[in-house]
């Protein structure tokens, strides 16, 4: 699913070359998704978007659901921010929702780990 709609946003942009764009993807329930499998999916979109030192990826790695402490999301975080590759074309973004009262502090914790 990621690697198509990667695919179909890429094809839309070259529409537009005069357009300087800069993606983002986000996936789903990251905070509750085994690492490796993430990875691999960002891996792959990011690949797809051509991501280098001059040609940003965002990657926004939400914890949309608070499924464990803030220390916990942070070390996904920092793993992610160590696994990557392409990780200098790549911005690592956070998106922590509050529903147990952490997402400032997953947030912080999060900025601490690399993101």
Known sequence: ????????????????????????????????TELEVAKDVCDAVTEIWDARPDHKVILNLPATVEVSTPNVYADQIEWMHRNLARRDGVIISVHCHNDRGCGIAASELAIMAGA
């Open 1 to 32: 699913l990621a690697i198509n709609a990667a695919q179909k946003v890429k094809e839309y942009a070259a529409q537009y070359p005069q357009t300087d764009w800069i993606f983002q993807y986000s996936p789903e329930c990251f905070s509750a």
